[in-house]
């Protein structure tokens, strides 16, 4: 077990809803990414975050928004849901000190499904 | 730019045989190299990684991988195949200054054969 925590383990939503994911990071780590896993892929790398700032982005649209929270748990937000949003997504926390990242640990994921 | 390319999506083994999942990297900067394990319906944990030092890294459950800069590859292996090692791995690349954005590829499905 990692100490990586991901709310709610599954979701169902509809097309053009809004949806929001949570993670709360291990102790001691003050980063989260924000991956997606479509089915029978690898994780995509959707942002990051650090000291509650956007650091870094993948290619994804601006629909997908993220939050850190000052205890670094964080949220990810996906605004007008798509069938192709129907996903994996993981979050990972890690220690990052100067631009040095430790091993990323991985939560259980949110299944989304978008119908 | 930073990619991986993991050769064949689907290995299948027998019980006590080797084990070799290839992973190939393309990096722009000194890579860190890493291997993760997933089970159905879980998230993902790390088997091992590369950042600096010894270019054969060993890892949990009996695993390792080598880092080969000439080749630019980074495969797993493990001597002896048990029926739990049946899962996904996946290798992902970061590197220096990346602050740990991982690039994955695509996936290898292990099956182990009784």
């Known amino acids: 077990e990692t100490g990586v925590t991901q709310s709610p383990t599954h979701l169902i939503k509809t097309r053009g809803q809004q949806v929001t994911l949570r993670c709360s990071s291990q102790s001691g780590h003050n980063t989260v990414s924000w991956y997606q896993q479509a089915l029978g892929q690898g994780p995509q790398f959707i942002f990051q975050?650090?000291?509650?700032?956007?650091?870094g982005r993948g290619n994804f649209p601006p629909r997908f928004s993220g939050l850190q929270f000052p205890n670094y748990s964080s949220e990810l937000n996906v605004n007008a849901l798509e069938l192709d949003d129907s996903a994996l997504y993981l979050c990972?926390?890690?220690?990052?000190?100067?631009?040095?990242?430790?091993?990323?640990?991985f939560g259980q994921g949110t299944r989304l499904t978008v119908v | 730019a930073q990619s991986v390319t993991q050769l064949g999506s689907h290995v299948s083994v027998s019980e006590g045989a080797l084990v070799l999942l290839r992973c190939n990297y393309s990096s722009s900067v000194p890579p860190y190299l890493f291997w993760y394990v997933q089970y159905p319906n879980q998230g993902l944990q790390l088997l091992l990684k590369?950042?600096?030092?010894?270019?054969l890294v060993k890892g949990i459950n009996g695993f390792e991988a080598e880092f080969k800069k000439s080749e630019t590859s980074f495969h797993l292996t493990k001597p002896s195949a048990h029926m739990s090692d049946a899962a996904e791995y996946f290798c992902?690349?970061?590197?220096?200054?990346?602050?740990?954005?991982?690039?994955f590829g695509q996936g290898t499905e292990l099956s182990v054969k009784p």
């Open positions: 990972a926390s890690s220690r990052l000190l100067d631009s040095m990242n430790t091993e990323a640990f």
């Open positions: 590369y950042t600096t030092g010894a270019t």
């Open positions: 975050y650090y000291r509650e700032e956007e650091n």
């Open positions: 992902a690349v970061s590197g220096l200054g990346q602050g740990g954005k991982l690039i």
